[in-house]
Protein backbone atom coordinates (compact mmCIF):
# COMPACT_ATOMS: atom_id res chain seq x y z
CA UNK A 1 0.00 0.00 0.00
CA UNK A 2 1.09 3.52 -1.18
CA UNK A 3 1.73 5.74 2.12
CA UNK A 4 0.71 9.53 2.05
CA UNK A 5 1.85 11.15 -0.74
CA UNK A 6 2.64 15.17 -1.14
CA UNK A 7 3.03 17.29 -3.88
CA UNK A 8 5.01 18.98 -4.86
CA UNK A 9 8.77 18.26 -2.76
CA UNK A 10 9.84 21.81 -3.39
CA UNK A 11 8.48 25.31 -3.97
CA UNK A 12 10.03 28.29 -4.13
CA UNK A 13 8.22 31.80 -3.57
CA UNK A 14 8.60 34.97 -3.48
CA UNK A 15 6.89 37.21 -0.14
CA UNK A 16 3.50 38.12 -0.90
CA UNK A 17 2.58 35.10 -3.01
CA UNK A 18 0.42 32.45 -2.52
CA UNK A 19 1.16 28.20 -2.25
CA UNK A 20 -1.15 25.34 -2.40
CA UNK A 21 0.13 22.33 -1.30
CA UNK A 22 -1.42 18.78 -1.71
CA UNK A 23 -1.80 15.39 -0.09
CA UNK A 24 -3.50 12.23 -0.63
CA UNK A 25 -3.35 10.19 2.68
CA UNK A 26 -3.14 6.58 3.10
CA UNK A 27 -5.95 4.85 1.71
CA UNK A 28 -8.90 4.31 4.55
CA UNK A 29 -7.49 6.99 6.19
CA UNK A 30 -10.07 9.73 6.66
CA UNK A 31 -8.33 12.30 8.91
CA UNK A 32 -6.02 14.33 7.56
CA UNK A 33 -3.34 16.89 9.86
CA UNK A 34 -1.34 19.37 8.78
CA UNK A 35 2.43 20.42 10.17
CA UNK A 36 4.81 23.05 9.93
CA UNK A 37 8.21 22.35 10.51
CA UNK A 38 10.93 24.96 10.97
CA UNK A 39 14.55 23.57 10.43
CA UNK A 40 15.84 22.44 13.94
CA UNK A 41 12.52 22.47 15.33
CA UNK A 42 9.57 19.80 16.09
CA UNK A 43 6.53 19.74 14.05
CA UNK A 44 3.80 22.09 15.09
CA UNK A 45 0.43 21.66 13.93
CA UNK A 46 -1.22 23.46 11.55
CA UNK A 47 -4.86 21.65 11.10
CA UNK A 48 -6.80 18.82 11.20
CA UNK A 49 -9.47 17.71 9.14
CA UNK A 50 -11.96 14.57 9.31
CA UNK A 51 -14.55 13.53 7.21
CA UNK A 52 -14.27 16.93 5.23
CA UNK A 53 -14.51 19.35 8.61
CA UNK A 54 -12.08 21.06 10.21
CA UNK A 55 -11.69 19.49 13.91
CA UNK A 56 -9.02 20.88 15.11
CA UNK A 57 -6.68 24.65 14.13
CA UNK A 58 -3.53 25.38 16.11
CA UNK A 59 -2.09 28.65 16.70
CA UNK A 60 -1.33 30.06 12.84
CA UNK A 61 -2.82 33.08 11.16
CA UNK A 62 -5.89 33.19 8.87
CA UNK A 63 -3.14 33.47 6.12
CA UNK A 64 -3.19 29.14 6.82
CA UNK A 65 -6.45 27.43 5.31
CA UNK A 66 -7.12 24.32 4.54
CA UNK A 67 -9.88 22.17 3.06
CA UNK A 68 -10.61 18.00 3.24
CA UNK A 69 -12.33 16.55 -0.42
CA UNK A 70 -14.98 13.63 -0.56
CA UNK A 71 -11.80 11.55 -1.53
CA UNK A 72 -10.15 12.49 1.90
CA UNK A 73 -7.52 14.24 -0.23
CA UNK A 74 -6.64 17.62 1.18
CA UNK A 75 -4.82 20.96 0.29
CA UNK A 76 -3.03 23.38 2.36
CA UNK A 77 -3.00 27.19 1.21
CA UNK A 78 -1.00 29.73 2.39
CA UNK A 79 -1.64 33.52 1.54
CA UNK A 80 0.48 36.67 1.08
CA UNK A 81 3.68 34.54 2.15
CA UNK A 82 6.39 35.94 4.50
CA UNK A 83 9.74 35.05 4.55
CA UNK A 84 9.01 33.25 7.55
CA UNK A 85 7.18 30.75 6.64
CA UNK A 86 9.85 29.27 4.75
CA UNK A 87 9.61 25.46 6.35
CA UNK A 88 8.60 21.61 5.55
CA UNK A 89 5.17 21.39 5.18
CA UNK A 90 3.88 17.65 6.39
CA UNK A 91 1.57 15.87 6.10
CA UNK A 92 -0.32 13.42 8.74
CA UNK A 93 -3.31 10.97 7.93
CA UNK A 94 -4.57 8.75 10.48
CA UNK A 95 -7.58 5.97 10.83
CA UNK A 96 -7.04 5.79 14.71
CA UNK A 97 -4.82 7.37 16.79
CA UNK A 98 -1.67 6.97 15.05
CA UNK A 99 -0.83 9.58 12.41
CA UNK A 100 1.51 8.83 9.98
CA UNK A 101 3.26 11.43 7.69
CA UNK A 102 4.25 11.88 4.39
CA UNK A 103 7.23 13.05 2.80
CA UNK A 104 6.68 16.63 3.20
CA UNK A 105 6.81 19.68 1.02
CA UNK A 106 10.00 21.84 1.53
CA UNK A 107 8.71 25.74 0.66
CA UNK A 108 11.55 28.85 0.21
CA UNK A 109 10.46 32.12 0.41
CA UNK A 110 11.97 34.57 -0.75
CA UNK B 1 -0.32 25.71 27.12
CA UNK B 2 0.36 22.50 26.24
CA UNK B 3 4.06 21.72 26.28
CA UNK B 4 6.50 18.55 25.96
CA UNK B 5 9.95 19.43 26.63
CA UNK B 6 12.28 16.92 25.16
CA UNK B 7 16.23 16.16 26.42
CA UNK B 8 19.41 15.86 25.42
CA UNK B 9 19.40 18.04 22.35
CA UNK B 10 21.90 16.09 20.76
CA UNK B 11 23.48 12.48 21.71
CA UNK B 12 26.43 10.71 20.86
CA UNK B 13 26.67 7.14 21.92
CA UNK B 14 29.60 4.42 20.45
CA UNK B 15 27.97 1.59 18.36
CA UNK B 16 26.39 -1.30 20.60
CA UNK B 17 25.83 1.29 23.20
CA UNK B 18 22.23 2.38 24.67
CA UNK B 19 20.68 5.51 23.30
CA UNK B 20 17.94 7.17 26.29
CA UNK B 21 16.22 10.08 25.33
CA UNK B 22 14.31 12.04 27.75
CA UNK B 23 10.54 14.06 27.49
CA UNK B 24 8.32 15.30 30.13
CA UNK B 25 4.84 16.76 29.56
CA UNK B 26 3.35 19.38 31.53
CA UNK B 27 -0.75 18.44 31.68
CA UNK B 28 -3.12 15.20 31.43
CA UNK B 29 -4.95 16.44 28.53
CA UNK B 30 -2.61 13.39 26.42
CA UNK B 31 -3.83 9.77 25.57
CA UNK B 32 -1.03 8.42 23.60
CA UNK B 33 2.78 9.28 22.94
CA UNK B 34 3.85 8.21 20.01
CA UNK B 35 8.45 8.37 19.63
CA UNK B 36 9.32 9.68 15.62
CA UNK B 37 12.55 8.74 13.94
CA UNK B 38 13.36 11.76 11.56
CA UNK B 39 16.22 11.74 8.53
CA UNK B 40 17.08 14.14 6.52
CA UNK B 41 15.24 15.60 4.25
CA UNK B 42 12.44 13.02 5.21
CA UNK B 43 8.97 13.06 7.06
CA UNK B 44 8.80 11.86 10.05
CA UNK B 45 8.66 7.42 10.44
CA UNK B 46 6.63 6.15 13.84
CA UNK B 47 8.76 3.78 15.97
CA UNK B 48 7.03 2.98 18.85
CA UNK B 49 4.33 4.51 20.65
CA UNK B 50 2.35 3.72 24.32
CA UNK B 51 -0.94 4.79 25.85
CA UNK B 52 -0.69 6.18 29.33
CA UNK B 53 -2.29 3.40 31.21
CA UNK B 54 1.21 1.37 30.62
CA UNK B 55 4.68 1.61 32.06
CA UNK B 56 6.47 0.01 29.69
CA UNK B 57 6.72 -1.42 25.92
CA UNK B 58 9.47 -3.44 23.98
CA UNK B 59 9.49 -3.69 19.94
CA UNK B 60 12.83 -5.17 19.07
CA UNK B 61 15.23 -2.63 20.14
CA UNK B 62 13.47 0.13 21.31
CA UNK B 63 11.63 0.62 24.60
CA UNK B 64 9.64 3.22 26.09
CA UNK B 65 9.53 3.79 29.93
CA UNK B 66 5.96 5.72 31.07
CA UNK B 67 5.99 7.16 34.22
CA UNK B 68 2.25 8.54 34.98
CA UNK B 69 2.52 10.02 38.28
CA UNK B 70 5.67 12.31 36.97
CA UNK B 71 4.51 13.16 33.77
CA UNK B 72 7.82 11.47 31.59
CA UNK B 73 8.56 9.15 29.35
CA UNK B 74 11.64 7.84 27.53
CA UNK B 75 12.84 6.15 24.74
CA UNK B 76 15.81 3.70 24.98
CA UNK B 77 17.28 2.10 22.35
CA UNK B 78 19.45 -0.61 23.32
CA UNK B 79 22.85 -1.96 21.01
CA UNK B 80 22.55 1.69 19.05
CA UNK B 81 23.53 0.83 15.18
CA UNK B 82 25.18 3.77 13.16
CA UNK B 83 21.72 3.60 11.26
CA UNK B 84 20.28 4.73 14.07
CA UNK B 85 22.03 7.95 13.63
CA UNK B 86 18.49 10.25 13.17
CA UNK B 87 16.62 12.77 14.64
CA UNK B 88 14.25 11.77 17.39
CA UNK B 89 11.17 13.46 18.64
CA UNK B 90 8.83 12.70 21.25
CA UNK B 91 5.06 13.14 21.17
CA UNK B 92 1.87 13.53 22.73
CA UNK B 93 -1.88 13.82 21.17
CA UNK B 94 -4.50 15.56 22.88
CA UNK B 95 -7.41 13.67 24.61
CA UNK B 96 -10.53 15.88 23.84
CA UNK B 97 -11.49 19.41 23.20
CA UNK B 98 -9.99 21.78 20.43
CA UNK B 99 -6.88 20.00 21.22
CA UNK B 100 -8.32 16.04 20.21
CA UNK B 101 -5.70 14.53 17.73
CA UNK B 102 -3.59 16.92 17.41
CA UNK B 103 0.24 16.03 18.19
CA UNK B 104 2.49 18.39 20.71
CA UNK B 105 6.30 17.15 19.56
CA UNK B 106 9.27 17.96 21.50
CA UNK B 107 12.22 19.66 20.11
CA UNK B 108 14.21 16.48 19.21
CA UNK B 109 16.91 14.68 19.99
CA UNK B 110 20.18 14.62 16.95
CA UNK B 111 21.63 11.39 17.97
CA UNK B 112 25.10 10.21 15.99
CA UNK B 113 25.78 6.49 16.44
CA UNK B 114 29.88 6.16 16.27
CA UNK B 115 30.65 2.87 14.37
Known amino acids: DAGVTQSPTHLIKTRGQHVTLRCSPI?????VSWYQQVLGQGPQFIFQYYEKEERGRGNFPDRFSARQFPNYSSELNVNALLLGDSALYLCASSLQETQYFGPGTRLLVL | QQQVKQSPQSLIVQKGGISIINCAYE??????FPWYQQFPGKGPALLIAIRPDVSEKKEGRFTISFNKSAKQFSLHIMDSQPGDSATYFC??????????????FGQGTILTVHP
Open chain 2, 27 to 32: NTAFDY
Open chain 2, 91 to 104: AARGAGGTSYGKLT
Open chain 1, 27 to 31: SGHKS
